[in-house]
Nanobody, 121 residues
């Protein structure tokens, strides 16, 4: 059983910062990409930032220069540092990991339960 547990989030004023953390635990053979998505009310879930096990990161244009994603491969954790937050960043943020639970398993996407980020103007 694989679990992604998120922490962080909350309420912050515009211009402020928040840090989201996510840890993958359980039966894990290998982790490929990890990332963060968000979903605002009435909108589709969208990619915020992603980071592969090796290689360059990927950011949504709307967060470039403000958000930074990082990961610890040894601990299977991923962190999203969010600076200069704007009201339009308000959403539920979800951690994502593409991983193999066992050596014979296929690559599957796993999701955290989501954490609310609210930015007041």
């Amino acid at each position: 059983q694989v679990q992604l547990v998120e922490s962080g989030g909350g309420l912050v004023q515009a211009g402020g910062s928040l840090r989201l953390s996510c840890a993958a635990s359980g039966s894990i053979f290998s982790v490929n990409a990890m990332g963060w998505y968000r979903q605002a009310p009435g909108k589709q879930r969208e990619l915020v930032a992603a980071i592969p096990s090796a290689g360059s990161t990927n950011y949504a244009d709307s967060v470039k220069g403000r958000f930074t994603i990082s990961r610890d491969n040894a601990k299977n954790t991923v962190v999203l540092q969010m600076n200069s937050l704007k009201p339009e960043d308000t959403a539920v943020y979800y951690c994502n990991a593409r991983l193999k639970a066992t050596v014979l398993a296929r690559w599957d996407d796993y999701w955290g339960q989501g954490t609310q980020v609210t930015v007041s103007s």
